[in-house]
């Protein structure tokens, strides 16, 4: 009996997997520290790519099996299939990177108390109202902007848009006396003088100011145009409706442009939304004049009388030019890192120039506008009224006067010349208290600041000036540091759109949004050492 235990005994140890080393043991913790490392990194790329988080498990965890097997082997290949990269897993990945992320910036901007905030609302593919909201403040001497929270409006009013707000900021103990200026689209519900957003924000921050989004104004100031005009810009839609609403038109107009030899085989449609959307649409439809006259008049259609009438093709190719210089001025008035001062100097410079091109014009010169100008000398006049025309582009004129005087009139940066040009400035004509102008004689004074004056940013060099001229620079910041549009919302929305579609219409959206917006990097050190590191079954 002992023998038959004994032997059974040796059998069972034999059988039994040997303990692992030591140094086993270490390989197999450091293999899996590194497979969470990459299900990080991974995380991260799918949330900056804005993409689904099943393409991790379906599509990049093969792709790079495939290409490691190809170049390193089978044996190396399979190490890849340790991380962990599943739909869920994933998502806790984002949820917690971005949640660090946040983490972080809330702590910049307590450490600077300083800051300045833009925000607007927009609707999303499930009908859910978000409230996207930036920040630019000062961080190791550098101006930053960065995605400050996304948050879903239960209703519309502006109470409710100041709730979200002041709840972010109490939740994360941001002080309200931090906050130097807010900017925002100009809806009635952000503007209202006795319940909108700002009147509210303005009870708890006397001192911060407000701003109407410049590009905005802009778009707002191009809408209106007379009668006349506005009748062949209406025409003019529908000549494009007409082709572009019909794929079968579409098909057949793109195959008469292909043989006539055309750049372009297209029309482009209007899109009230689209800032850019009228000069495109002007400019391709003049382009394509000649090979959609021809399909008119093949189609019977009564719009062709239009494009007969060289009248109205030159008003048309006024259009063209007119809208394509409003593009330009609000493509300039687009991006990161704008100020006030030299927004409001573009808008200065354009409004002169319409002051220029109606004094050219009722001079017969039509040299500032290409297409227009391009069209009357190869046409000789040929059936074209000019009195008619030249009445017509500059009531247009004077219109585009008259209401970027009403929408840009408030900025009076003249005051602010100092800012801009500091050692241009009079001093004897500011208004600023005596320590201010000490520190600007001195400032104006300083040779190294002033060679870098010209090679830098405008919040660049007051950055710089900050360390030896704090009361002025602190100065200068409330004036530069606010927004002068909401660009970074609209890019925000764009995003959106990308990621919350109709097939992820439940998705909670604010972590994947700070992941692909933020400038700020998670930290995967933190990250990893607060988690198991356990490789994927």
Excluded at 208 to 217: G, K, Q, Y
Excluded at 284 to 312: I, M, P, T
Excluded at 472 to 480: C, G, M
Aim: proline share 3%; with cysteine; aromatic share 8%.
């Amino acid at each position: 009996i002992v023998l038959k235990v004994l032997e059974k005994s040796r059998n069972i140890i034999l059988s039994a997997p040997l303990p692992l080393s030591k140094w086993e043991r270490d390989r197999s913790t450091k293999v899996n520290e590194k497979a969470l490392r990459a299900s990080f990194l991974v995380a991260i790329r799918v949330a900056q790519a804005k993409k689904p988080h099943t393409i991790a498990e379906t599509l990049i965890m093969p792709a790079a099996i495939d290409m490691c097997r190809e170049m390193f082997g089978k044996a190396l290949a399979s190490k890849l299939k340790t991380i962990p990269i599943s739909n869920d897993t994933i998502q806790r990945r984002i949820t917690l990177a971005a949640a660090d992320v946040e983490e972080q910036l809330i702590a910049r901007l307590q450490d600077c108390k300083q800051f300045a905030i833009q925000l607007d609302e927009s609707t999303d593919v499930s009908g859910q109202a978000q409230l996207i909201a930036y920040v630019r403040y000062i961080w190791m001497d550098e101006v930053e902007e960065d995605f400050l929270f996304c948050k879903v409006c239960p209703g519309h009013t502006s109470a409710e848009l100041f709730a979200i707000l002041d709840n972010f900021m109490a939740a994360n103990s941001i002080e309200w006396s931090w906050c130097i200026g807010v900017c925002t689209d100009g809806a009635a519900a952000m503007t209202g003088k006795r319940t909108g957003l700002w009147e509210r924000v303005h009870s708890n921050v006397p001192t911060a100011t407000f701003t109407h989004c410049m590009i905005h104004r802009e778009s707002l100031a191009s809408k209106r145009m007379n009668a006349n005009l506005k009748s062949i810009f209406d025409q003019a839609i529908k000549i494009v409706n007409y082709i572009k609403a019909h794929p079968l038109n579409s098909r057949l107009f793109a195959s008469l442009c292909s043989n006539m030899d055309f750049d372009h085989e297209q029309l482009l449609m209007h899109t009230e939304v689209r800032w850019l959307s009228r000069g495109k649409v002007f400019n391709r439809l003049f382009e394509l004049c000649d090979a959609v006259r021809e399909f008119l008049g093949g189609k019977n259609s009564q719009l062709v009388v239009h494009l007969n009438d060289n009248s109205w093709v030159a008003a048309l190719a006024y259009l063209a030019d007119i809208f394509e210089q409003l593009n330009k001025l609000n493509s300039s008035l687009q991006g990161k890192h704008t100020n006030l001062i030299t927004l409001s100097d573009k808008v200065s410079a354009f409004m002169k120039k319409l002051d220029l091109w109606k004094t050219r014009l009722f001079q017969g010169n039509f040299e500032m506008f290409d297409q227009l100008h391009e069209f009357t000398e190869k046409q000789e006049n040929a059936g074209i009224n000019k009195p008619e025309l030249v009445k017509l582009i500059s009531e247009h004129i004077q219109s585009l006067l008259d209401q970027f005087n009403f929408y840009f009139g408030d900025l009076n940066v003249e005051s602010f010349s100092w800012v801009s040009s500091p050692f241009l400035a009079h001093i004897d004509s500011l208004n600023l208290p005596t320590s201010e102008l000490n520190q600007l004689i001195e400032l104006t004074s300083d040779t190294t600041l002033k060679t870098m004056h010209p090679r830098v940013s405008l919040m660049k060099f007051w950055t710089q000036a900050s360390h030896e001229y704090p009361e002025l620079s602190q100065k200068a910041f409330k004036i530069i540091l606010p927004f002068a549009t909401s660009y970074l919302c609209e890019c925000g929305f764009s995003a959106l759109v990308t990621i919350k579609t109709k097939c992820r219409s439940r998705l909670e959206v604010e972590d994947e949004l700070r992941l692909s917006l933020s400038s700020i990097t998670p930290r995967l050190d933190k990250l990893c050492s607060n988690l198991q590191a356990q490789g994927s079954h």
